[in-house]
């Protein structure tokens, strides 16, 4: 047991950030191979009193892996792919362990070639099956492959792809949670249902636990705000979602999806940004096949076109007509070529009817032009970063803002015009992208100093309330880890809050997984928010 | 015509030959292979990944010309008056092929200062080294040099014609073998007489050098070949050999194909072929704002920075970085290979190297297989590590050599 | 003015290995794609005609799904597309090719300028262009990184060669090869796709270009391929182990060494 525990050193210290690049503290790091560990470990830290911090592949971007204080459970080293099955409708199923990383997973499912030696027979018996089949994939597709599972779980993480997808949620069928106190729970979806807004489940130690759940209604739209809470709601989309607040995840199942015949992607070029919601609008209606629509405005064309000059990095991406103001980029995904063709084309004539033009666009048939066109859209969030850094570098004690916030379809038009109003009035460096077709945009501000970034953050705030009020969501992807669980209380208000906190005192009850995520400290007491600026000075 | 054999005694069925072709020609059938001719491009790769001998590649006889040729050819390519070291390369090699056909070693060379050079590629084992001193061939156009070696190639009669594989090479010899009717292999990397035909032997890599492939070309005169450089052998110089050096009229006119207007300066930057230590990075760094870490660790210990291809496709380096087959083959006395799996078409380009440090968190990758020394691990952890010895124990920053 | 591309199909992955169980050779990357130096012609050829007008015209010699390839590159920009395909065509080396390929180019009338890859990435050879030049009879220049000025008799381009850049001067007609892929090729637009859709990729086979039968093919090869194998390397190697620091300081000790 002792050989697990590491005390916290220099050797050590890239583990106490995520890539918010927030740094935390904590007083040591243990990387579990097994749930055995993870048992051992969290027995040992419970007697102790000891606080944890759950953590994948530190991609978090709401500081949700940051430790404040305690131990950091990483599990990164538990990244085995355990077994195949088929289901009852002949779909095939994957089990693994929490830190697979999802590039892993697509790279062994496109390739048809798993580590499959400690397989058990039925799980070779599917493997056998699987290579004579068509391939399949893994949909939820967060630009940040090198996530974990365990992560894309804990935040219920999604993509471009989400669109037509849907999130993580909608791909988990079966996972193991390991509580604070070393007990297990065994979950399967359907299994164990909440009657109404009460739940029991049983630990496989025998233990019955009883949760009263929070009074809440979730948003109309695409959202991660706090716990997943509806009447009679699965168990496991209780835990989906929940930030490392109820456990430690210890195997995930999940369902896998055929990969389409016919991929297409098209970069749908806007001289006149205008037009963009009508065509958003528009395409939702009409082009049943498309699986995802991103969005650039024209700031953040404009520096990819920087880019394109300035960094050897981004000196492949395509040349952009100086015209072009605004980006909407989508995937058709369809049986065959006829249909994509057809879809082609009808996405043409949308196009002309809302002021596009048809000439004024990149199509993507094949995987190297496909590649480019995911070049691009990942090119962008990664040049913002970038020059954050080179910000950071210069002395200026910022981190990224961004907003992760999503509205029901017919209020796409209403919030995009707050935030570029209000942008415009304070004067800010921003760019704005995401996934439009949910209407849930990333609005990223570049402060130029202490107070553009508090500015920043006062229009978040903001933004939040009216969100809410629109009947959105104030966190739809990221989850709400520690940097925006502020804006739950904004959302959901205080009591819904404390409502949140019982009910993961329910399956915590020392209080000592994910501290500060989902419920922030109450208002008055800073000390969340001091926590996470700890160590970046000014702020 | 030519078609592929199923030879139905041996086939098993087992359907392994499916997965080695590229059009999807082959299918089976009442448990036989069958291949679609109107698919199959005739490669004959399934021929070789047969695990059965089932399969093979019939073909017609050619008529070809099988007048009697003899003796080995090479053309020594010099820059500015001064002989390539791919010239004595080629002439190693083309004096063992010459002992073991017994005939002439012929050294071809062409240039204002033919003369002075004659002795060294005798003293390098060429029998008879044909000259032709003319300041018109130092301008390195291809084209000027096609009609005269043509007409060399003609008179002499040549079983064996060998050609350095740089750029100047790669596009004279084939322009040559067009004119003469004849194959020609482009790029070398093993050269041998097979005992039994007595036919030149020629393996080169394909497929990005994944693959080997062995060549003959058994009708057609002269068998021509262009080397890679600094693969072969440089042959040792014997001052004291004989051999005689004939002087050739310079051709009396030539037509312009190409004129050289300007040549921008010379590339003298160090570039990586030339690199005494190289430390490369592949997509195993995980993204592109990690190649300072790469950058940093060379300039301390004084070397010159190569990337994998994907890195270049990916936008994330130059092209002038690259190293492996599409890219620039190098010979560092150190090579640290970070992040590097080792397809094939990169250690191409690095297999000279004297030593060669891998670390790829990945402990079958293929990179470690001609490693000399196997580190699995993080390679940015491992170059954060190493830049903080470097930079902590005050080594001296080293020059670049 | 009017400009050929020539394209060969080649597959979408050279990744090649070896079965360890039984020794076979599989293929990874089973569908065709344009050899990527050919797209770096073809955006060659897209760019001269948009400043100076004209046409372009591909053409390829392959099998039947080829088609599709050069159906692609009339949504990208080019005017004509031809596919010469037989199966007598089919175990062609670089002089056979090269034949077949003059004969067609010979039957679609004058042209100013040939443009190709410099060499294919399974083949390797970057033999194609310059035996094409010599069997049509024209100027060639290989590795091209960009074409300076076209006039009506003569083509500048940069080539670089052994590490020179220079600026050459060629007669038209003439054949340059593309090395260096500066350029991505463009994407095709919605109306590029649609203006394709009308029209068709040109067929011809053996009978059509009248070759001599005994110059395509594997019937018209100098040379054989009589084995392929996937190249092992058998070596002995020492393992640095140990956490991160070790290992980096075990790496500074040879490097010391070395130097």
Request: hydrophobic share 40%.
């Amino acid at each position: 047991m002792r050989e697990l525990l590491n005390p916290m050193s220099k050797q050590f210290s890239e583990y106490l950030r995520d890539e918010t690049r927030i740094v935390g503290w904590s007083e040591g790091i243990c990387f579990p191979t097994s749930e055995h560990e993870i048992i051992s470990v969290l027995k040992y830290l419970f007697d102790h009193d000891i606080a944890i911090t759950v953590q994948g592949a530190r991609t978090s971007l709401n500081a949700a892996a940051v430790p404040f204080g305690g131990y950091i459970v990483n599990l990164s080293k538990m990244n085995r792919i355990l077994g195949m099955r088929r289901d009852a409708q002949g779909g095939f199923r994957l089990r693994m362990q929490p830190g697979c990383t999802l590039r892993a997973i697509q790279r062994d499912l496109t390739s048809k070639n798993f580590s499959s030696n400690a397989w058990d027979q039925q799980s070779l018996d599917a493997y056998a099956e699987y290579k004579k089949a068509s391939p399949h994939f893994f949909p939820p597709d967060p630009t940040e492959t090198s996530a974990t599972i365990g992560g894309m779980v804990s935040c219920n993480a999604s993509g471009a792809k989400g669109y037509y997808y849907g999130p993580t949620r909608k791909w988990i069928t079966a996972l193991r949670l390991v509580l604070t106190n070393g007990e297990t729970v065994a979950i399967r979806r359907g299994e164990t249902l909440a009657t109404g807004r009460n739940i029991s489940f049983y630990t496989e130690q025998g233990r019955r636990i009883d949760c009263y759940l929070p009074g809440y209604d979730m948003p109309h739209s695409k959202s991660t705000a706090g716990y997943y809470i509806e009447d009679n709601v699965d168990l496991i989309d209780l835990v989906i979602g929940s930030d490392g607040t109820l456990g430690v995840i210890s195997e995930v199942e999940v369902m896998l999806f055929p990969v389409p015949e016919t991929i297409w992607g098209v970069a749908c070029f806007f001289r006149d940004e205008e037009k963009v919601v009508e065509f958003v609008m528009r395409s939702r209606e009409q082009l049943d096949r498309m699986a995802s629509l991103e969005f650039f405005d024209g700031n953040s064309l404009n520096i990819l076109r920087r880019q394109k000059e300035e960094s050897t990095a981004f000196a492949k991406l395509p040349y952009l007509d100086q015209r072009f103001a605004a980006l909407c980029s989508l995937e058709l995904h369809c049986p065959d070529e006829e249909t994509a063709l057809d879809q082609l084309l009808l996405l043409g004539r949308l196009l002309e009817q809302c002021g596009g033009k048809e000439s004024d666009t990149w199509v993507a048939r094949n995987e190297s032009d496909l590649q480019q066109l995911v070049f691009l859209r990942h090119a962008v969030p990664e040049s913002v970063n970038m020059m954050i850094d080179h910000k950071r570098k210069q002395g200026l004690d910022i981190i990224k803002l961004n907003t992760d916030m999503s509205v029901p379809n017919h209020h796409l038009g209403q919030m995009m015009t707050m935030y570029k109003r209000m942008l415009a009035e304070f004067g800010l460096e921003y760019a704005i992208w995401g996934h439009i077709g949910e209407n849930n945009l990333h609005v990223n501000i570049i402060p130029r100093n202490k107070a553009e970034y508090d500015q920043g953050k006062r229009l978040f705030e903001y933004w939040a309330g009216e969100i809410t009020k629109m009947g959105g969501a104030v966190c739809s992807e990221h989850g709400a880890g520690k940097l925006k669980a502020h804006l739950l209380r904004i959302m959901y208000g205080d009591a819904a809050v404390e409502e949140m906190r019982g009910l993961k005192t329910a399956f915590d009850p020392k209080g000592l997984a994910g501290v500060g995520n989902i419920i922030a400290n109450t208002p008055g007491d800073e000390s969340n928010e001091n926590n996470c600026m700890h160590q970046t000075g000014t702020l | 015509m030519a078609k592929i054999i199923i030879d139905a005694a041996n086939c098993q069925g087992c359907a392994l030959c499916i997965d080695s072709c590229a059009t999807h020609a082959i299918s089976i059938s009442n448990g036989l292979a069958q291949v679609n001719m109107d698919l199959c491009v005739l490669c004959s790769i399934c021929r070789d990944s047969c695990p059965f001998s089932a399969i093979t590649l019939s073909e017609p006889e050619t008529a070809a010309d099988c007048s009697p040729a003899e003796g080995v050819l090479v053309f020594t390519e010099q820059h500015q008056g001064k002989l390539l070291s791919v010239a004595f390369e080629l002439l190693g090699i083309g004096r063992v092929l010459a002992d073991k056909k017994q005939s002439a070693l012929i050294a071809v060379l062409f240039g204002a200062s033919s003369r002075e050079n004659a002795g060294e590629l005798v003293a390098a084992g060429a029998d008879r080294v044909l000259i032709i001193t003319d300041s018109r061939f130092d301008h390195g156009i291809e084209a000027d040099f096609t009609h005269p070696l043509y007409d060399i190639i003609e008179r002499e009669k040549p079983e064996i014609v060998l050609i350095g594989a740089t750029d100047f090479g790669r596009a004279l010899a084939p322009w040559l073998a067009a004119r003469l009717r004849t194959g020609l292999t482009a790029d070398c990397t093993g050269l041998d007489i097979d005992q039994q035909t007595g036919l030149l032997q020629q393996t080169r890599p394909a497929f990005g050098g994944n693959l080997m492939a062995q060549i003959v070309c058994p009708k057609h005169r002269p068998q021509m070949a262009t080397v890679r450089p600094k693969v072969m052998t440089e042959s040792a110089m014997d001052y004291t050999r004989q051999g005689r050096i004939i002087e050739l009229a310079p051709p009396s006119s030539i037509d312009i194909t190409m004129e050289i207007l300007q040549t921008l300066a010379v590339q003298k930057q160090a570039g990586i072929s030339d690199a005494e230590i190289i430390v490369s990075a592949g997509k195993g760094i995980g993204s592109a704002k990690n190649l300072v870490y790469v950058h940093e660790f060379a300039d301390l210990i004084g070397a010159e920075v190569g990337v994998s291809r994907p890195l270049v496709d990916m936008g994330w380096s130059e092209y002038s970085c690259q190293i492996g087959q599409t890219g620039s083959t190098v010979a560092p006395r150190l090579l640290i290979a970070c992040g590097i799996s080792g397809a094939i078409q990169h250690l191409a380009g690095i297999s000279r190297a004297e030593t060669i440090i891998a670390i790829n968190s990945d402990p079958d990758a293929p990179i470690f297989s001609i490693a000399h020394y196997k580190v699995v691990g993080d390679c940015i952890e491992i170059l954060q590590e190493l830049i903080k010895n470097y930079k902590s124990a005050g080594r001296k920053e080293w020059q670049k050599l | 003015m009017k400009i050929i591309v020539c394209i060969k199909p080649v597959p979408s992955s050279n990744e090649v290995r070896l079965d360890p169980q039984n020794g076979t050779i599989i293929r990874e990357g089973r569908e065709s794609v344009i050899n990527p130096f050919d797209e770096g012609a073809l955006e060659q050829a897209i760019k001269l005609k948009e400043t100076l007008g004209g046409e372009i015209v591909t053409v390829s010699m392959g099998i039947p799904d080829t088609a599709r390839l050069l159906k692609d590159t009339l949504a990208r920009g080019a005017d004509q597309a031809f596919l010469f395909s037989d199966r007598r065509f089919a175990g062609a080396d670089t002089l056979a090719t090269a034949y077949t390929l003059s004969l067609g180019i010979k039957r679609l009338g004058d042209f100013d300028l040939i443009i190709c890859g410099k060499m294919s990435i399974d083949g390797d050879t970057a033999q194609i262009g310059p035996e094409l030049a010599q069997m049509l009879g024209i100027a060639y220049c290989c590795n091209i990184s960009e074409v300076v000025d076209v006039g009506t008799t003569h083509i500048q381009c940069r080539r670089i060669t052994d590490g020179r850049t220079q600026l050459v001067r060629l007669p038209l007609p003439a054949l340059v090869t593309v090395g260096k892929r500066y350029d991505m090729l463009r994407f095709p637009s919605i109306s590029g796709v649609r203006q394709s859709l009308a029209i068709p990729v040109e067929n011809r086979n053996a009978l059509d270009l009248q070759t001599d039968l005994d110059r395509i093919g594997l019937n018209g090869s100098p040379t054989r391929v009589i084995r392929t194998f996937v190249p092992q390397r058998a070596h002995g190697s020492t393992e640095i182990v140990g956490d991160a620091n070790k290992q980096a300081e075990d790496i500074c000790r040879i490097v010391d060494g070395v130097r």
